[in-house]
């Protein structure tokens, strides 16, 4: 049995479970090349204080509906002046979800990226005196990729300079 998978408690043919099921590669792939952190690449669940259920009830709303949300080309800003309260688990649910509405016959591309803001603007000025073929790599993927997740953009001052990049 493969409890590792993401869908083993949903899986409808969890007895003949192997690591050759070709959704379990697919979406393994799809988590490991997707900059999420291990904390954040499993199942993760949420439960809404009642002043943010208003807006866990519209994020989840957009997890299941997310192919169209990417498709149309929407940008979505979760923001709160409350800490601990699942943004950056929300972001991950919604790449998750993505994931699993693309798996299928995606052979095996990098289609969602995560990236925490302030580490990322760290590696780029450290590239500045030291280049980095990783970075060169992750800027890639974030010209191409469908779906990005930017994690704590306000939790930093963002420069001239980081801000011309980030709209770059």
Same mark, same amino acid.
Request: aromatic residues 14%; proline residues 2%; hydrophobic residues 35%.
């Given at each position: 049995m493969n409890d590792k998978?993401? /869908?083993f408690d949903i899986?409808?043919?969890?007895?003949?479970? %192997?690591?050759?099921?070709?959704? /379990?590669?697919?979406?393994?792939?799809?988590?490991?090349?997707?900059?999420l952190p291990k904390n954040l690449r499993g199942r993760n669940q949420? /439960?809404?204080?009642?002043?943010?259920? %208003?807006?866990f009830v519209e994020l989840a709303e957009?997890?299941?509906d997310i192919l169209n949300f990417v498709e149309q080309g929407?940008?979505?800003?979760?923001?709160? +002046?409350? +800490?601990?309260?699942?943004?950056?688990?929300?972001?991950s649910k919604l790449l998750k979800s993505y994931f699993n509405q693309i798996w299928a016959g995606n052979g095996f591309k990098t289609r969602g990226?995560?990236?925490?803001?302030?580490i990322f603007f760290i590696d780029l000025k450290e590239a500045i005196d030291n280049p980095s073929d990783d970075l060169d790599e992750q800027k890639?993927?974030?010209?191409?990729?469908?779906?990005?997740?930017?994690?704590?953009? %306000?939790?930093?001052?963002? %420069?001239? /300079?980081?801000l011309n990049y980030l709209m770059y």
């Open positions: 998978c993401l /869908f899986c409808q043919t969890k007895e003949n479970c %192997s690591i050759d099921c070709i959704r /379990f590669a697919e979406m393994t792939y799809l988590i490991n090349h997707s900059g949420l /439960f809404p204080d009642t002043v943010d259920y %208003s807006a957009v997890k299941d929407k940008n979505l800003y979760i923001y709160s +002046t409350n +800490t601990g309260n699942g943004k950056t688990t929300w972001l990226y995560y990236i925490d803001l302030p890639e993927f974030l010209q191409n990729v469908d779906l990005l997740c930017i994690d704590s953009l %306000s939790a930093i001052n963002v %420069s001239d /300079f980081e």
